[in-house]
């Protein structure tokens, strides 16, 4: 027997998710973070979750690992006492920036603080040219000064980020080594490393979290190590990137800024799987949860991961107030929308819900904890699409009279409307918000996201797809299994895949189609050595290529697939149709006569999906084995259409459709009951414990043989 | 004096403002109900700022001009057919705000709706028509159901270039400044104005770029177009007035109520900016009279004989800002904003210039409008205004022969500090009220002979208060060529510096030395010697309450990073 550990720390919960690889069982758990000791959690969690499940340590074969610590670290300034090594006349760039004001209309907004105060950012005498050329050697005498002076000071971090040392790193190296000769105790960093890429605020910015968050997470590092060793599990430790690809802790921890939004990319990953499982060439990744909204657009069984990132914002949810963070990330949109989001009427006479919340603390009216304001989940529960016996799975009973109340006095007696429709317009209008935001979110990618069947999960993006869907005219829903607990699943859904890329750039007209082969082998070829590494035989390896490119004095890149195989000057024609089609799917025309650019290249090598696929039931008293739910047999004179599925039906409710002309009486499925091939007709609820799903009037539905439900939107 | 809507000049087809244009066809309201329900109208207010974020972001994505890019100078917006602006894409450029509003409704009076087919794309940059300078150029994209036009997408863009002087105060009149484009069709019914390209071509240094944009500027209409239609048909709109009304009506309501909500007076304030050859006097007197607002530019100094002059237009969009972050910064931008704000310039001053006067630096003096206004109304309030920052962004020009012999020409931007404010220091090397932001160093240096010897904030430059004046910054360069070149600054407050408030000390006055030496006059074209260090030293913020009431804490924290020299 093998088995593979996935685990998640979140800000309160640590998610475990543990697939025996023979029988396919999943079994999820959960224990609180320990924020003080995180390790300890993960260790706990993992001894009782092997307990429940039978399986020895020595069956685990792999340990995958997502963890929000740095990105805490960042959010609560928590990290080491970091300087900054710079070149004379420099160190005010981390602090410069772009010089720009992140919301135009508020004149008291303050930039996020750099991450190292003024009088730790030291400059050194060295000087290099665009082209890296040496035009002030570096002075090592006053390097060593400095840096001795910073020792003193109790650094305990260092970021070197010398201009144009992402052409010429040799001064940065330098400087490097003498740290480590001056001040072995020193973590330190080049950017020329880090992030080797033009523009010195976000190379300094990126280099200096980096090293912030480096000594805890390399201490957290090797704490975890020890102890999976002492649990005696042999299993490989693998730590999930924002990327969606997998590092080994080495590279972990030199580049823990890699590390920073893994938790959402572990959810994207989980669609990923899904699309791919399901041979969807697109999918729209959506979880919404108490708080927030993430949608994420995957393509091909991928999803998008840009290089644009920004960690600690001072305003949640607007660009540039965060710092820029330049690493892979898979690209997602944050929208601040969420069962706690609050609604409320603004000077306009009209309706806004969030991005306020009510959290978890007080929360929505309905928990009766104290929350008084009307929010999503106090809106959803008076439409019906909640039950309020079984919120998580009957662990909380939700409030009616207390939901009713606040949304009677926030909302519906102020705009002069009844409580029925304050609700759907609460419903509607953050469900409006979230299509908008994901809308621009896929245009900025140039994405048409009426062709991105829409993925929903987290624990209230279900309640909310349906009209979500039609908002955004997509084709189907797919509501997967488990829907409140993928991002843990989505840990263990990630084939072994590595990504690489480089910069070369070039006109495609005149390529060198020499020095492009070499940059794909040699990337391919690192890749494959890390696979082998990790036991994957090379007939399973899969390689991509894709390359960034724009018509020559643009500024935004389309990626477009570039053939596998020996690339010439043969290859323009086939990487120009590629990249035109990527264009015209996005504006409609293309310039005429203008040249196309490459920019840079990019190869990704992964190892197989793994082989378990991710379904049984997420509970850890009741797990199931893939097939083993089973519907009954049904009598005759029922709809050949719902064949099975009556038997899931554990009760009616009436719940609010617009199209229905409001409450209509609407059946209550189990989803532990339904089975592989079920189908159900709108409109219907579907609880799981997490999570409940709404399907309105005009729905048909299906349980496909992942156990997801795929519901077929009619146009 | 003019009143708002100013004489109509020489186009001679200027809608009055309050007779709006409703030509006979437009039969608005008859055919569908506005949305009266409060989430209806949410849902589809929601809708079309999305849609004019959509046809923003194509814009962006497919522009050739990195200030259109990444400094967002653009605008975008969707206007009824009455002309009327319902809304605007959220971007970075206070200087369109309006402006762009009052030109579509030049659009419509030089091409009537009747005159419109489907295909036909608009194009002018009649600086008095639009944004107040040549390089600003706004495309207008009718749309249509069928045969009949229903709507207009228009859009301004920073384009790379327009010919002429290359972005300088130094012309006299307009006509050096460029190519004039009138208000014409870039396309009709589709096809393309061969003729009217032609003269761009050859009229322009950077063809392609222009054209580029243009076709962006196209793009996002486009895009933009096919979301209205989509949005209309799904909520059964036969006509965007209706939903216009009920949105102008709320957003004026809301704004006339935020301004009723002030004291009511007259306040008045004076600033002066260093001018291009003598200073100028820009005096505000602002009435709050009931639930309006009255701006009055009476007492500013005449037209200069250089290019920082400012039309009405660009007044009113720098005028309307500076009210809107002190009054209503939670008010959108639509047609109703605009309504309750009534804004006058004496004709021919400096704020309400005529052609044929040069215009390209307008934002010099542009930029100081809402830093008058702060001072105006600070004194009905107080606690939501900032002191006086330096004002306009500079412009640093250098053009000349690089080693290998190849003529140059290379611009880029960066700000100072900006004002403290009521409850907090000032923001350094922070653009206000542009948004145009700065260039990273690395980026200078890859695409000019420029080596940046230094780029950091100028200890001591903010105005000393109980709350400080943001930092103003030293950029510090050398030019590698083997000949003299010519370096041309556009800055201001070299001379007059940024007022503190309420007890305030000023800012830092701003400063341009080559190899340690002040020219005559730092706004004038420079011709220096190669291999001369050019320091350019941005003015920082002033000061906003008594020094003597400072935060200990602050103090303590300003000398240690040195923010603060001590005595």
Redesign the interface.
């Known amino acids: 027997m093998t088995a593979r550990l996935g685990v998640d720390i979140g800000g309160t919960f640590t998610d475990l998710v543990v697939i025996d690889e023979t029988s396919g069982a999943a079994r999820v758990g959960k224990v609180l973070t320990t924020p003080k000791d995180p390790a300890h959690a993960v260790e706990q969690g993992i001894g009782s979750l092997l307990k429940e499940s039978a399986i020895p340590a020595s069956a685990v074969r792999a340990v995958v690992h997502g963890t929000t610590l740095a990105t805490n670290a960042l959010i609560e300034r928590k990290g080491a006492r970091t300087a900054l090594l710079t070149t004379?006349?420099?160190?005010?760039?981390l602090?410069?920036r772009?010089?720009?004001?992140y919301d135009?209309?508020?004149?008291?907004i303050?930039?996020p603080a750099p991450l190292v105060?003024?009088?730790l950012r030291r400059e050194v005498r060295e000087r290099l040219?665009?082209d890296g050329e040496v035009?002030q050697p570096l002075d090592e005498d006053a390097a060593r000064r400095v840096i001795g002076e910073l020792a003193a000071e109790g650094v305990e971090a260092v970021a070197i980020c010398l201009?144009?040392a992402y052409v010429n790193p040799a001064h940065e190296r330098r400087l490097a080594t003498l740290v480590r000769e001056i001040a072995p105790q020193m973590v330190v960093a080049c950017a020329s490393e880090v992030v080797p890429e033009?523009?010195?605020?976000e190379r300094a910015s990126t280099t200096t979290a980096n090293v912030y968050v480096a000594p805890l997470m390399s201490r957290y590092l090797e704490d975890l190590e020890r102890r999976l060793a002492e649990q005696e599990i042999p299993g490989q430790l693998y730590i999930m990137q924002s990327s969606g690809g997998i590092a080994l802790p080495p590279l972990a921890r030199r580049l823990p800024i890699r590390l920073v939004e893994s938790g959402p990319a572990a959810g994207a990953l989980a669609a990923a799987q899904a699309a791919r499982e399901r041979g969807e060439p697109k999918l729209l990744s959506f979880d919404m949860g108490g708080t927030t909204a993430k949608a994420c657009v995957i393509d091909d069984g991928m999803p998008l991961v840009g290089r644009e990132f920004e960690v600690a914002r001072a305003d949640r949810f607007k660009k540039g107030s965060g710092l820029p963070i330049r690493v892979p990330v898979i690209e997602m949109i944050e929208i601040g929308a969420g069962g706690g989001s609050i609604a409320r009427?603004?000077?306009?006479?009209?309706?806004?819900v969030g991005p306020d919340s009510a959290g978890a603390d007080p929360g929505p009216a309905c928990y009766n904890l104290g929350g008084r304001q009307p929010t999503v989940t106090d809106a959803d529960l008076l439409l019906g699409y909640l039950d309020a016996e079984f919120f998580l799975g009957g662990r909380m009973r939700l409030d009616h009279a207390a939901a009713h109340r606040a949304i009677e006095e926030h909302v519906a007696q102020p705009?002069g409307?009844d409580v029925t429709?304050a609700a759907?317009?609460i419903h509607?209008?953050v469900n409006?918000?979230m299509a908008?935001a994901a809308?621009?979110h896929g245009?900025?990618r140039?994405k048409d996201l009426r062709s991105y069947p829409l993925f929903a999960f987290g624990g209230a993006g279900p309640v909310h797809c349906w009209q979500i869907a039609h908002i955004l005219k997509v084709p189907r829903i797919l509501l997967p299994f488990g829907a409140g607990a993928m991002s843990a699943y989505g840990l263990l859904a990630a084939p072994l895949a590595f990504d690489f890329v480089r910069t070369g750039r070039q006109r495609l007209d005149g390529a060198d189609w020499t020095v492009i082969m070499r940059l794909f082998t040699e990337m391919e070829a690192d890749g494959r050595a890390l696979l082998a590494r990790a036991g994957v035989a090379a007939s399973d390896v899969a390689v991509a290529r894709i390359a960034e490119m724009r018509?020559l004095?643009?500024?935004?890149e389309v990626e477009a697939a570039v053939p596998l195989g020996n690339l010439s000057a043969e290859s323009l024609p086939m990487i120009t149709a590629s990249f035109e089609a990527a264009y015209r799917a996005?504006?409609?025309?293309l310039?005429q006569g203008?040249p196309i650019e490459a920019l840079n290249w990019r190869v990704k090598v992964a190892g197989p999906d793994p082989k378990t696929r991710l379904i049984g039931r997420p509970e850890p008293r009741r797990a199931v084995v893939a097939g083993s739910v089973r519907p009954a047999l049904t009598g005759g004179g029922l709809r050949e259409a719902r064949r099975g599925s009556v038997r899931a039906i554990k009760g009616a409710r009436r719940a609010y459709f617009a199209e229905a002309g409001g409450f209509v009486e609407t059946s209550v499925y189990d989803r532990y009951a339904l089975a592989a091939g079920m189908t159900l007709t709108g409109p219907a609820i579907v609880e799981e414990r997490e999570s409940t799903a709404v399907i309105g009037p005009a729905g048909r539905a299906r349980v496909d043989a992942g156990l997801a439900l795929i519901v077929e939107m009619t146009p | 004096m003019t009143v708002r809507r100013r004489s109509p000049g020489k186009t001679g087809r200027v809608a009055p403002r309050r007779a709006p244009l409703r030509p006979p066809s437009v039969k608005a309201g008859l055919t569908a109900p506005a949305p009266t329900n409060?989430?209806t109208?949410?849902?589809c207010?929601?809708?079309l700022?999305?849609v004019v974020?959509?046809q923003a972001?194509?814009l962006?994505?497919?522009?050739?001009t990195?200030i259109v890019?990444?400094?967002g100078d653009l605008s975008a917006g969707v206007f009824d057919r009455r002309g009327f602006m319902v809304a605007q894409a959220?971007t970075?450029t206070?200087g369109h705000i309006n402006s762009m509003a009052l030109a579509m409704k030049h659009f419509l009076a030089a091409c009537p709706l009747e005159t419109l087919r489907p295909g036909d794309v608009l194009i002018t940059n009649d600086p008095w028509l639009t944004s107040g300078h040549l390089n600003d150029v706004t495309i207008c994209s009718p749309i249509f159901r069928g045969e009949e036009c229903i709507a207009f997408f228009a859009s301004t863009c920073h384009t790379a270039d327009i010919g002429g002087h290359v972005l300088s105060a130094e012309a006299r009149e307009v006509y050096e400044e460029g190519l004039q484009i009138p208000i014409m069709k870039l396309y009709e019914a589709g096809r393309p104005n061969e003729a009217l390209i032609a003269i761009i071509r050859a009229n322009t240094r950077l063809p392609?770029?222009v054209l580029?944009d243009f076709?962006a500027q196209i793009?996002g209409g486009?895009?933009g177009g096919e979301r209205l239609l989509e949005f209309m048909a799904e909520f059964g709109l036969e006509r965007l007035e209706p939903l216009a009304d009920e949105i102008i009506g709320?957003?004026e309501r809301?704004m006339r109520?935020a301004i009723r909500a002030l004291r009511p007076g007259v306040y008045t304030n004076e600033a002066t900016s260093d001018g291009f050859d003598e200073p100028i006097t820009i005096r505000a007197r602002c009435e709050i009279r009931g639930d309006e607002l009255l701006v009055d530019y009476a007492g500013s100094s005449p037209a200069s004989r250089r290019g920082v002059n400012v039309v009405m237009n660009y007044t009113e969009a720098y005028t309307t800002y500076g009210v809107?972050?002190?009054v209503s910064?939670?008010?959108p931008n639509n047609e109703g904003a605009f309504r309750p704000l009534r804004i006058t310039a004496p004709t021919g001053s400096i704020l309400n210039v005529q052609r044929p006067a040069a215009v390209a630096a307008r934002h010099i003096v542009g930029h100081f409008l809402p830093h008058v206004i702060a001072g105006a109304l600070g004194q009905a309030l107080p606690d939501?205004?900032?002191a006086e920052g330096s004002a306009n962004i500079w412009g640093i020009q250098v053009s000349g022969k690089d080693f290998a012999g190849e003529p140059f020409s290379y611009i880029f931007f960066?700000?100072g500090g900006t004002g403290a404010?009521a409850?907090?220091d000032g923001?350094?090397?922070?653009?206000?009220p542009s948004?145009v932001?700065?260039t990273?160093?690395?980026?200078i240096?890859?695409l000019s002979p420029l080596?940046?010897?230094?780029?950091?904030?100028r200890d001591d430059s903010g105005g000393p208060g109980k709350y400080r004046g943001g930092l103003g910054?030293t950029i510090?360069f050398r030019v590698r060529t083997r000949e003299p070149f010519a370096a041309s600054i556009l800055c201001d407050r070299t001379v007059h510096p940024a007022a503190g408030f309420r007890g305030g000390g000023p800012g830092a006055r701003g400063a341009v030395l080559i190899d340690g030496v002040a020219p005559a006059n730092p706004k004038a074209e420079q011709l220096v010697p190669p291999g001369a260090l050019v320091e350019v030293r941005l003015p920082g913020g002033g000061g906003y309450g008594l020094p003597a009431e400072r935060d200990p804490a602050l103090i303590a924290r300003d000398l240690?990073?040195?923010?603060v020299r001590g005595a």
Not at chain 1, 88 to 93: I, L
Not at chain 1, 553 to 556: A, I, R, S, V, Y
């Open positions: 004379e006349g420099f160190r005010d760039a602090e410069i772009h010089e720009g004001r135009m209309y508020d004149l008291f303050d930039p105060p003024r009088r040219l665009a035009r201009l144009h033009i523009r010195e605020y009427v603004d000077r306009m006479g009209l309706l806004k705009l409307l429709q759907w317009g509607r209008v409006e918000n908008a809308r621009i245009i900025e140039g018509y004095g643009q500024g935004h996005l504006y409609h025309r310039p203008v | 409060p989430i109208l949410e849902i207010w929601n809708r700022v999305g974020n959509e972001a194509a962006q994505r497919t522009s050739f990195s890019r990444e400094a959220v970075g206070p392609e770029m580029g076709h793009a486009a895009v709320r957003t809301t109520a809107k972050v002190i910064p939670d008010v939501r205004v900032m960066s700000s404010r409850i907090k923001l350094s090397a922070t653009a206000f948004g932001l700065g990273p160093v690395e980026v240096e890859n080596i940046v010897e230094r780029k950091c904030l910054q510090a240690l990073e040195g923010y």
